[in-house]
């Protein structure tokens, strides 16, 4: 397994921060397939050949993704889209 760890700082506050994620985890499920829930305020999903959580905090983000062997070949592109997404939504 490959694992995938960012963090991000932001200024959002928490309730605007876990609106941003569910914007993102919205959009996983839909373009991914992918399966997602709210524990307190960590997202945790999980996709064909990937799983992880999301933990939202009022000034941080924590994204944690383990990656089943077929997509361990595309960490580097999947770690960019990440860091894409985040830039995107947090700025």
Same mark, same amino acid.
């Given at each position: 397994?490959?694992?995938?760890?960012?963090?991000?700082?932001?200024? &959002?506050? !928490?309730?605007?921060?876990?609106?941003?994620?569910?914007?993102?985890?919205?959009? !996983?499920?839909? #373009? *991914?397939? /992918?399966?997602?829930?709210?524990? +307190?305020?960590? *997202? =945790? @999903?999980?996709?064909?050949?990937?799983?992880?959580? =999301? #933990?939202?905090? /009022?000034?941080? =983000? +924590?994204?944690?993704? #383990? !990656? +089943?062997?077929? *997509?361990? @070949?595309?960490?580097?592109?999947? #770690?960019?889209?990440?860091?894409?997404? &985040?830039?995107? /939504? @947090? +700025?």
């Amino acid at each position: 397994m490959s694992d995938i760890h960012i963090e991000r700082t932001h200024n &959002l506050g !928490l309730e605007s921060a876990r609106e941003k994620v569910e914007e993102i985890a919205q959009s !996983l499920r839909d #373009e *991914l397939q /992918a399966h997602y829930e709210w524990n +307190g305020n960590s *997202l =945790i @999903f999980e996709s064909p050949g990937a799983s992880g959580t =999301i #933990e939202v905090g /009022a000034d941080r =983000i +924590g994204v944690d993704i #383990e !990656l +089943g062997l077929m *997509l361990s @070949f595309m960490k580097g592109m999947i #770690e960019q889209n990440v860091n894409r997404r &985040l830039d995107t /939504a @947090f +700025g």
